[in-house]
């Protein structure tokens, strides 16, 4: 027990100090934490940065937000020398995609065979992978939603999954998380590695984040949160297993998707039993229906405060009836 407990105690110590590094990133320079096996997690740039390093190259997940993007490129630098091979957006925010153009404008494609490869096969950029649902928000598609300069738009946009490559010895799938943070929200699934990069389907710092107007609902963010929990293996007895890399925030485990998961769908009851009742909005909160979660992950400023949290689960639940 003592032994577990030092892991837990060393975990615990260890994605305390990310949450900081990511919400105050010192001048600069973004150290790299090894999740495990081919995976890396960049944090301080924004999200979340997720890369997986091997003798093909790099895959990176998400490009942070664009103001560290050379300390983001040297901190690759430390970890190899070989090219960036492709990127994957998990969702279209602008501290996800805001590096997108000079990160892969950073790297390399090979566009011929593999058996007939020829100096011509290779071209400057990486492609840019996300759900069509994203490419279409980026490039102005989407009434409403900012259009980024063509440069940062997806390449490579998928429609059904999930899409599957094969990088560095190891499968990846990418799959589309439909109606949950977003309408274009992917998780992306290194197999080989046993690692999970989530986006914003998980966000460890905060109650979930759903942005109703770009399609998300408290659903489809609760139906993500038990996908993730199909996917995932725990270590019998300690930390473990397979690992989770938040939009925002430490590293999980399945246990910890599990209680997060258990917090969301008891708020959820709780606010939809009262929309039942037809409390009002302000009624509901006068309930102080997170009080219990609050400490940890409440916010009464910022950009995402408790009482907004509130508000998207009742409108969602007024949606949905």
Known sequence: MLAIAAVVGATVLAGTALAQQAQNPASGEIHPWHVQGNVYLLPGAGANI????GDQGVTVVDAGNGKL???????????TDRPIRVVIDTNSDPD???????IADAGIAVIGGVVAFNIEDIQHSSPIIA???????????????????????PTDPYSVGPKKLFYNDEGIEIIHVPAAHTDGDSIVFFRRSDVI?????????????????????IQGMIDGLNRLLDMTVAKQESEGGT????????????????EYRDMVVIIRDRIQDLVKKNKTLEEIKATR?????????????GLWTTDMFIEAVYKSLLAAK
């Open 197 to 217: 990069s989530a986006g914003d389907v998980l966000s460890t710092t905060t109650y979930p984040v759903i942005d109703l107007k770009r399609g998300g609902s």
């Open 50 to 53: 997720t890369v997986q390093i």
């Open 96 to 102: 996800h995609v805001g590096g997108n153009q000079a």
């Open 289 to 301: 229906p997170t009080e219990d979660y609050d400490a940890r992950y409440g916010a009464t400023t």
């Open 243 to 258: 690992y989770i890399v938040p939009g925002h925030g430490r590293i999980y485990d399945q246990f910890d998707i599990l």
């Open 131 to 153: 759900h069509e649902n994203t490419f279409n928000r980026m490039n102005g598609t989407t009434r409403g939603d900012p259009q980024w300069p063509s440069g940062a738009w």
């Open 69 to 79: 993007t050379d300390q983001v490129l040297a901190a690759i630098r430390k970890l």
